[in-house]
């Protein structure tokens, strides 16, 4: 049996007639950038997330690169985030002229919010925490370091759309939000875009000028700003996504309860953490074992399509090490070398989740490792 990683199409496919009858009244109308679907879009987002204003932009980077200009980051600043992430993270700080500074995470794979304080400078502008895989950040113990030394708080909810943190949805936490809508992402498009969550009605008006060249209303310039607007095809096939957004991530949700309750024997599954009230959106769902290469290896043999997220830390990558030689980040390393994302979307039917379970067994009681993950 094959198990693929991603049904990306299976997306496009159960919203196709609709989309079609959108993208037809968009070409009669000639209405295709930053028009009425994007504001309604906006809108809906507005509702589902409870919060103040949205953005839309064009990709999930840019939404970061705008949170930091409209906050205020001047070149030379730091921005305390970790490197257990997409690169994008990183580069979104580097292209407004900042600097990241890596902090280790804890065994959430999330930042580790007692280590954030020691990295603290003068130049500390901001903290980036990312929501990975769709589990939130310590938000509570972040945002009051943010309060005491007086900084900002973005955070990359990118993977995290819908997650919960103390009844509160990722995104809306901090200063600004900042989210992806690439096509793997559980809220995806069907190219690039992405949207900024803030209830700063100062950061909004920023991001909605720099989104468009700077320009205000009256055509006036009063920001240095870029494109980076989100166009009407991605923002109706997104509201039409959301439509199946809460149901989908709920399948989720069921599939990694039976990963949990069938896997814990043989690898480390999920560690939610000790914060109350989180809600975990599964984007992914990563294990942990020793033997993860010849895991990964024997399940691709089973035809099971498991992904490794990242292969390498930022900090690892080439075009970062001058920025990062001495940085002491034991677990992120650690658990760089162990993880292995399994197959965990909506689309996955009882027996193909079975089979992922059963195959992972054989492997380790064929090896008779049962006493070390």
Do not use: W
């Amino acid at each position: 049996m094959r198990v693929d990683y991603y049904k990306i199409n299976k997306d496009f496919l159960r919203i196709k007639k609709n989309f079609f009858k959108k993208i037809s009244n968009l070409g009669k109308n000639g209405d295709f950038i930053l028009g009425s679907s994007v504001l309604k879009l906006e809108n809906n987002l507005k509702k589902l997330l409870n919060v103040k204003y949205v953005v839309g932009v064009a990709n999930g980077t840019d939404a970061l690169e705008l949170a930091l200009l409209a906050t205020g980051i001047k070149p030379g600043d730091e921005v305390i985030t970790v490197s257990n992430s997409f690169v994008s993270t990183a580069n979104a700080i580097l292209n407004v002229g900042a600097k990241p500074i890596f902090a280790d995470i804890d065994n959430t794979f999330n930042i580790n919010p007692d280590k954030i304080e020691n990295l603290i400078t003068k130049k500390t502008f901001a903290i980036m925490p990312v929501h990975l895989n769709g589990l939130p950040c310590c938000m509570n113990k972040i945002n009051k370091i943010k309060k005491k030394y007086k900084l900002k708080v973005i955070e990359d909810a990118a993977q995290s759309i819908l997650s919960v943190y103390d009844n509160k949805y990722t995104g809306t936490i901090g200063d600004v939000g900042c989210f992806s809508m690439h096509p793997t992402k559980n809220l995806g498009v069907i190219g690039d875009g992405g949207f900024v969550t803030t209830n700063n009605k100062i950061f909004y008006n920023k991001i909605i000028s720099i989104r468009n060249h700077g320009l205000e209303k009256n055509q006036n310039v009063n920001l240095i700003g870029r494109n980076s607007r989100l166009d009407n095809i991605h923002a109706e096939y997104a509201a039409l996504r959301i439509k199946d957004l809460k149901k989908d991530i709920v399948i989720r949700n069921k599939i990694a309860e039976k990963y949990n309750s069938e896997l814990s024997k043989y690898v480390k599954v999920p560690f939610l953490g000790c914060c109350k009230k989180v809600y975990h959106t599964y984007h992914r769902y990563v294990i942990m074992t020793k033997k993860r290469n010849k895991l990964f290896n024997y399940l691709r043999e089973k035809k099971i399509d498991v992904k490794i997220h990242y292969v390498k830390n930022i900090h690892e990558l080439s075009a970062f090490k001058k920025i990062s030689k001495n940085v002491n980040l034991p677990i992120t390393n650690q658990v760089s070398k162990e993880m292995i994302s399994l197959p965990c979307n909506h689309f996955m039917k009882k027996k193909e989740v079975d089979y992922v379970i059963k195959v992972i067994k054989n492997f380790f009681l064929k090896k008779k490792s049962l006493s070390s993950f």
